[in-house]
């Protein structure tokens, strides 16, 4: 299994290219079986999820062809996608595709909308929690869907077509809203989503879905409003960029020091992010194409912050932000309350030498002088992106276990840091 060495200490210097963003991907692809037309998908990035998915849309019929790279290409820029999903031949998304990657299962919105049936295994993905699906399966109830569980399946059935309905959700989802948005572009009438899910991934997806011919307006609101249509056509979209790894980034730089422009992103993307970054003492400068991110031998100051859905701070760099924390000069508090179990970085970090305590949901930061490098491993792919910037920053050497995680969603990890300084190098076996 591979590994990726880092030696601490250097300052980050250069420019970060971000690639698209995995969690609209993702969806993105998924939404190509509304169609039989073809979906093109542009800036795509190269990740192991992106992968995975391809097999799992396989398996259904859809033929992906992926465009060259061309000559002068940045080796970040993404890859573009023609998805035909013309032919389904299969509804049933099975085991042994569905256990790797939780988003997979979102394929019953779009095969149940389309083909009036769907048989999708329950899901796994990263062991940050219990994860149920009960509010996805509420919603396709709402649409007129019959559902019946059995083996480990969820078998979704519509025989006359869905039909728009009223879903409102309880708490705030980010796969119940991608599940009732694309079940409800194909629905018969109005369909009103209440409590949606804000992220841009989703408002991304929904511009889309509208290229495709959907009527889906409230876009960037709490409230979809999606009047269903007959039958989408396909069209050409590119991703937008990836929030999560440019935040990943502009901690990286806050945690060493140093100054680095990530290049093609947004900075209204992660505002709540950059606004706590801000507040460490890190300098942050929004420019024409990406975010500029120095710290040049201020302190970090230590912040308060609790985790909440878009478009407050992301659960998604809470573990990044505590390993900056622990660099701080004074005690921080972070409270998680998206995922139940999103601590597993913690008793790494603190092999690196951080100081956490955890109470419940709050974790309590007490600002260490210096971080020394240790083998470690994490069980998710933010956890693991947290302990190598921590290593970043960290004195000598540290080994990364575990790399598979971080190939699932940060796109030529080593290959982006090392061109800003850092020593950094994958350890293939
Ligand atoms: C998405 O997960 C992201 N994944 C996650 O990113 C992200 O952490 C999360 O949203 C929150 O922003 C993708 O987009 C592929 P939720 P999702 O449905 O959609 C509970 C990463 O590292 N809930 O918004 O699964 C759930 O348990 C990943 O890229 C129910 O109770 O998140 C959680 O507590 C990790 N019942 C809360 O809602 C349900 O039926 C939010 O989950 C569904 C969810």
């Given at each position: 299994m591979d590994r990726i060495r880092i030696v601490g200490g250097n300052r980050l210097n250069g420019t970060i290219p971000i690639s698209g963003a995995k969690n609209a991907t993702l969806p993105l692809m998924i939404a190509s079986?509304?169609?039989?037309e073809t979906l093109i998908l542009e800036n795509v990035p190269r990740l192991a999820d992106v992968i995975q998915l391809q097999r799992i849309l396989g398996n259904h019929g859809v033929d992906i062809m992926i465009e060259g790279k061309r000559p002068g290409?940045?080796?970040?820029?993404g890859r573009t996608l023609h998805i035909s999903?013309?032919?389904?031949?299969?509804t049933t998304a099975p085991y042994e595709l569905v256990s790797t990657m939780?988003?997979?299962?979102?394929?019953i919105a779009p095969l149940l909308a389309r083909m009036g049936e769907a048989k999708v295994s329950m899901p796994g993905g990263c062991a940050?929690?219990?994860?149920?699906?009960d509010l996805l399966i509420m919603a396709l109830e709402k649409l007129g869907a019959e559902i019946e569980i059995e083996g480990g399946y969820i078998i979704a059935r519509a025989p006359n077509g869905l039909r728009g309905g009223e879903i409102i959700f309880p708490k705030v989802t980010v796969s119940g809203t991608h599940v009732a948005l694309m079940a409800a572009v194909l629905a018969k009438g109005t369909t009103v989503i209440d409590n949606a899910a804000r992220e841009p991934e989703i408002g991304d997806v929904a511009d889309c879905l509208n290229k495709m011919g959907a009527k889906v307006t409230?876009?960037?609101?709490s409230q979809l409003v999606i009047e269903g249509v007959a039958k989408l056509n396909g069209t050409r979209h590119a991703v937008l960029p990836d929030r999560i790894e440019t935040g990943t980034y502009a901690m990286a730089v806050a945690m060493t020091g140093g100054d680095v422009l990530l290049q093609n992103t947004r900075a209204d993307l992660l505002q709540s992010a950059l606004d706590v970054l801000v507040k460490t003492g890190t300098t942050v400068t929004p420019t024409n194409d990406g975010i500029r991110i120095s710290r040049n031998g201020a302190a970090l100051m230590p912040v308060d912050v609790t985790t909440a859905p878009y478009?407050?701070?992301p659960t998604d760099l809470q573990a990044q932000l505590m390993a900056l924390m622990s660099l701080a000069n004074g005690t921080s508090h972070i409270t998680e309350t998206?995922?139940?179990?999103?601590?597993?970085h913690v008793q790494e970090l603190a092999r690196l030498g951080a100081r956490i305590g955890l109470d419940g949901e709050t974790a309590t930061i007490e600002g260490v002088k210096r971080l020394r490098g240790a083998p470690v491993m994490a069980t998710d792919l933010r956890a693991s992106v947290s302990l190598v910037i921590a290593a970043l920053a960290a004195e000598g050497e540290t080994m990364v276990n575990r790399v598979y995680h971080l190939d699932r969603g940060f796109e030529k990890l080593e290959e982006k840091l090392s061109r800003c300084g850092a020593v950094i190098e994958r350890i293939s076996s």
């Open positions: 079986l509304l169609t039989a290409d940045e080796p970040a820029s999903a013309k032919n389904i031949v299969d939780r988003a997979s299962f979102w394929v940050i929690g219990t994860r149920p699906v409230g876009i960037g609101t478009p407050e701070f998206i995922f139940e179990n999103r601590f597993m």
